[in-house]
């Protein structure tokens, strides 16, 4: 089949999030901007809150890396030698006087900016297992790309004056591998408490969103820094333990539908003028301009189920309740889209 690479190398990625609840998203499809963002609000909200003190517990479930040790982000070295590694609860801290002393948990998203409030203060998608010391550095700064380092720790996390157009305070920058994470950290934060972001305070916030200057660093480190499967599995951890999800992991190109501009690494797989929903035993579609539009309907099996050619805005078809891909062919470009029947 002419798109059999193309495919297997997306459905190898849609299939990457298979743990996302069925219907868990229904309300926001078809949705675009701040209508999105609304939804995705009213969705993920209802969170169960959490007791700080059990966070360093529930860490040893969200963030254990494969040999055992701690997954500090400020100590990792992707692909090489982390210069020191933490063991769960031996090295949790107490007081600490340097990098590899001890871990303990940090706000990646400054509780001052919220002034400690619940359940902010112990919501587990922007709180990581973190050395002591960099979380210290990194203190209540915003994240932001760094133009001269005041500080530098062992793995290249930064501190130092910003180099993001409009602001030129200090900010803290985590390697390129944890830049994503950041970011959709901050853009989970800013959706999940939609309703209370425009009482907190901070250089990096404006009303109810971020400021310009940092939406701006914050889309481009997910673009540059696509989801791991780390991400995936702790999202699905975090799930499990606090009964909400980080939608911009489960759907990283809902960044670009909400704030614009398209991801890198899946441009491919996603158009944003291409809608695709289920309802009344129905395909809809929007964004389709060519009238030789083609469509091949996968399962969640990776089974064909049908070929729909010359398609339109609607095709009657009975589908069972799940997961479904669909590749569509317009003007020899392939986009691929995932929606979900649930009737």
């Known amino acids: 089949m002419k798109y059999q690479f193309t495919f297997l190398f997306i459905f190898s ?8 609840p069925i219907g868990y998203y229904d309300s926001a499809q078809g949705l675009q ?9 009213n969705i993920i909200k ?10 360093p517990t529930y860490f040893e479930t969200t963030d254990k ?3 055992g040790s701690v997954w500090d982000m400020y100590s990792d070295v992707p692909n090489g ?10 090295d949790k801290c107490g007081s600490y006087a340097k990098e590899g002393d001890c871990y303990n948990r940090e706000h990646s998203f400054p509780a001052s900016w919220f002034n400690d409030a619940l359940p902010m203060y112990s919501d587990l998608f922007h709180i990581y297992p973190t050395d002591g010391y960099v979380n210290s550095k990194h203190s209540n700064y915003p994240f932001g790309d760094v133009a001269s380092a005041s500080w530098t720790s062992q793995n290249g996390s930064m501190l130092g004056s910003s180099a993001d157009a409009g602001y030129t305070a200090t900010v803290f ?16 934060m800013i959706t999940c408490y939609k309703d209370k972001v425009s009482g907190w305070s901070s250089d990096a916030l404006e009303g109810d969103h971020l400021s310009n200057w940092e939406l701006q660093t914050l889309k481009k480190w997910a673009a540059k820094d696509t989801v791991s499967q780390k991400e995936i599995d702790r999202n699905d951890a975090v ?15 809902w960044v670009s539908e909400i704030w614009g501009d398209t991801l890198s690494g899946i441009a491919n797989t996603v158009n944003s003028t291409i809608k695709i929903w289920y309802t009344n035993n129905q395909i809809n579609i929007s964004g389709i301009k060519s009238n030789n539009a083609q469509m091949i309907l996968f399962d969640y099996t990776g089974k064909e189920i049908q070929v729909l050619n010359h ?7 009975n589908l069972k309740n799940g997961f479904y891909l669909a590749s569509i062919f317009q003007d020899n470009k392939n986009y691929t889209l995932k929606f979900i029947v649930k009737e």
């Open 46 to 55: 209802d969170q169960t809150q959490l007791s700080y003190s059990d966070l």
């Open 33 to 41: 901007g701040e209508d999105l963002r609304t939804a995705l609000f």
């Open 65 to 67: 890396k494969l040999d």
């Open 311 to 317: 398609i339109h805005t609607t095709t009657a078809i």
């Open 13 to 20: 990625y849609f299939f990457s999030f298979s743990q996302i």
């Open 239 to 253: 799930y499990k333990i606090q009964n909400n999800r980080n939608p911009y992991i489960d759907h990283p190109e």
């Open 173 to 188: 920058e985590p390697i390129d591998e944890y830049k994503g994470d950041i970011a959709r950290s901050y853009l989970y």
């Open 81 to 90: 030698t982390p210069p020191y590694t933490f063991t769960f609860g031996t």
